[in-house]
């Protein structure tokens, strides 16, 4: 069992930036994260492959998050800037493990293991 842990989750300002944080059992994964807000279907935000050359953002979001990977630690981040209350949310990271082509990454129905999340609020 793999276990996926988010971390860095806060109260932050409105354009303010926060980083988020997400580990995957000392394992490198494909990985990604999504966000729910209330009374919301969660949203894909952004992703990144395995090997780190292929990433994806999710069009909210595009220009504003950064998706990255430290290798040594196979650690996964997730900048985000220019926050506004709209990206208020619960923030979950996911990683695949089967094999499958960067694009899936795109769809939550192609990751195997999810982190519990981690709330981002962004005051007006």
């Known amino acids: 069992q793999v276990q996926v842990v988010e971390s860095g989750g806060r109260l932050v300002q409105t354009r303010g930036s926060l980083t988020l944080s997400c580990a995957a059992s000392?394992?490198?994964?494909?990985s990604g994260w999504f966000r729910q807000a209330p009374g919301k279907e969660r949203e894909f935000v952004a992703a990144i492959s395995w090997s780190g050359d292929t990433t994806f953002y999710g069009d909210s979001v595009k220009g504003r998050f950064t998706i990255s990977r430290d290798g040594a630690n196979y650690t996964v981040f997730l900048q985000m800037s220019s926050l506004n209350p709209e990206d208020t949310a619960v923030y979950y990271c996911?990683?695949?493990?089967?094999?499958?082509?960067?694009?899936?990454?795109?769809?939550?129905?192609?990751?195997?293991?999810w982190g519990q999340g981690t709330q981002v609020t962004v005051s007006s």
């Open positions: 000392g394992i490198r994964y494909a």
């Open positions: 996911a990683v695949q493990e089967r094999v499958a082509p960067p694009v899936t990454l795109q769809k939550e129905e192609n990751y195997d293991y």
